[in-house]
């Protein structure tokens, strides 16, 4: 009579954890800075767990069955904190198959008066641990997924702060490429900080645009138009040589719009706009 391999690896539990902890351990790649040992330890007794639990002798072989859900979830878990922590996909992927190398020894000590029977049950144990390592790799893409998203997010929050230079007057400094995403949140800022600080005039400075073509010029134009509707009048700042020889070369209209060379420039109209007059004051007339 055939052994039962689910039911022996569920006998070997203690066996195999401390075969894969000590696989684990010996990786010249461990990354001890991101994961203590106990952590690591509190991991993989969660996962072995799930799957000793799961394993039938009838499931084996049927990798989509709902009983390997709690696996599924387990590891998709594992595998999104990890992304998050700064894991590679190389390091998730020999959380799994360090698994998969430990419950192999176990069958191979077990099972090797059998050869065709071990030969057999190394391909099905194989296999399984070879359909949760896709598992793992899916959900660790999409935890890293996350993580752009949520670093792209926070990165043009920062890229796109407004500032209060003078009563009334608000300036934006614009620092990489202008697109649809990075548009509205462009308007998002300028118009609720002019709704904040009950400014009449605002100042785009894109000195830190690298290249104005005609979808940045549109946008450009957007977000002047969005300023006017709130009732503030816009600048635009940082014209530079070569950005302007490309605005008459496609052909782009800015002509309704007050552009200056540089911030200092378009604070300075701004002032006149209001009527502010700022003087150097000469020393020993201070009072």
Not at 183 to 212: F, H, K, R, Y
């Amino acid at each position: 009579m055939k052994t039962d391999i689910a039911r022996l690896l569920q006998k070997k539990r203690n066996q195999i954890l401390e075969l894969w902890m000590k696989r684990q351990l010996a990786d010249a790649a461990l990354r001890e800075d991101l994961m203590s040992n106990e952590e690591l330890n509190a991991q993989s007794i969660e996962l072995l767990d799930a799957l000793l639990k799961s394993l039938t002798a009838k499931n084996l072989e049927e990798y989509q069955s709902e009983e390997f859900d709690q696996v599924k979830e387990v590891l998709a878990g594992i595998s999104i904190s990890r992304a998050r922590q700064g894991f590679t996909p190389r390091d998730t992927g020999a959380f799994v198959f360090s698994l998969k190398d430990a419950l192999l020894q176990i069958l191979q000590e077990e099972l090797k008066e059998d050869t065709a029977y071990l030969y057999e049950s190394t391909l099905v144990i194989s296999k399984l641990m070879d359909n949760l390592g896709i598992v793992t790799f899916e959900t660790f893409i999409k935890g890293r997924e996350e993580v752009i998203l949520r670093q792209t997010s926070e990165i043009s929050e920062i890229s796109t702060p407004v500032i209060r230079v003078w009563d009334g007057i608000v300036a934006l400094p614009i620092i990489g490429t202008l697109d649809s995403s990075r548009t509205q949140i462009v308007m998002e800022n300028l118009l609720q900080e002019i709704v904040n600080t009950g400014s009449t005039l605002a100042i785009l400075d894109i000195s830190g645009v690298p290249a104005v073509d005609s979808l940045v010029a549109q946008h450009l134009l957007k977000t002047v138009a969005a300023t006017r509707l709130m009732g503030a009048e816009c600048i635009i700042s940082g014209i530079r040589p070569e950005i302007a020889q490309t605005v008459v070369h496609l052909g782009i209209d800015l002509s309704t719009i007050v552009t200056k060379a540089t911030l200092a420039s378009a604070l300075r109209h701004a002032f006149g706009l209001l009527k502010l007059e700022v003087k150097k004051i000469q020393k020993g007339k201070i009072c």
